[in-house]
Antibody, heavy 119, light 110 residues
Framework: QVQLQESGPGLVKPSQTLSLTCTVSGGSTSSGSYYWSWIRQPAGKGLEWIGRSYTSGSTNYNPSLKSRVTISLDTSKNQFSLKLSSVTAADTAVYYC???????????WGQGTLVTVSS | QSALTQPASVSGSPGQSITISCTGTSSDVGSYNYVSWYQQHPGKAPKLLIYDVSNRPSGVSNRFSGSKSGNTASLTISGLQAEDEADYYCCSYTSSTTHVFGTGTKVTVL
């Protein structure tokens, strides 16, 4: 059974960089059959796709966040990570990591982690 | 990219059928059969219900079905049950090699 688990600071100061890691078990991030995505959800609001990474190193990002986002894969640790720079209160949200099939759906999700941007 | 448009809320009585629409553009829903649907209960992660417009993953009830016409995709829940009360989101692949989610629909079982 594939499981994903997000980890990282729950509180980040404005203008700093948000950093999260997703650890995958029961599956391999080096598999060429999947992308690995980050998705976020502000409290009481909808889902927003942030971006994805592939084993080849290729990445795709939401145009609205592209200038601030970096997603990378560490296949040796079976993890992938999210870095979002210059954060503001608007970046406060539950952040989910998810496995992204080549058919472009998200079949496994982490439980989500709340990140609050506040001084 | 703009979020796909869904009705804010849909309701129905137990046993009834309801349909949730998801309207996009010719750059996303209209161009690809890569529309997926997710169910999200409060405080929980979303769960994949439908992929590739109308396919159900193993373990998902056949009461959930999907379709698409032009720039609009739809999710139908038949034989509505109390446990179906949740938020539902559509998602589409786009011509910019990105993904875009719908605005979300709250389903209430009366």
């Amino acid at each position: 059974q594939v499981q994903l688990q997000e980890s990282g600071p729950g509180l980040v100061k404005p203008s700093q960089t948000l950093s999260l890691t997703c650890t995958v078990s029961g599956g391999s991030t080096s598999s060429g059959s999947y992308y690995w995505s980050w998705i976020r959800q502000p409290a009481g609001k909808g889902l927003e796709w942030i971006g994805r990474s592939y084993t080849s190193g290729s990445t795709n990002y939401n145009p609205s966040l592209k200038s601030r986002v970096t997603i990378s894969l560490d296949t040796s640790k079976n993890q992938f990570s999210l870095k979002l720079s210059s954060v503001t209160a608007a970046d406060t949200a539950v952040y989910y990591c998810a496995r992204n099939t080549l058919r472009f759906s998200f079949d496994y999700w982490g439980q989500g982690t709340l990140v609050t941007v506040s001084s | 990219q703009s979020a796909l448009t869904q009705p804010a809320s849909v309701s129905g009585s137990p046993g009834q059928s309801i349909t949730i629409s998801c309207t996009g553009t010719s750059s996303d829903v209209g161009s690809y059969n890569y529309v997926s649907w997710y169910q999200q209960h409060p405080g929980k992660a979303p769960k994949l219900l439908i992929y590739d417009v109308s396919n159900r993953p193993s373990g998902v009830s056949n009461r959930f079905s999907g379709s698409k016409s032009g720039n609009t995709a739809s999710l139908t829940i038949s034989g509505l049950q109390a446990e179906d009360e949740a938020d539902y989101y559509c998602c589409s692949y786009t011509s910019s090699t990105t993904h875009v989610f719908g605005t979300g629909t709250k389903v209430t079982v009366l």
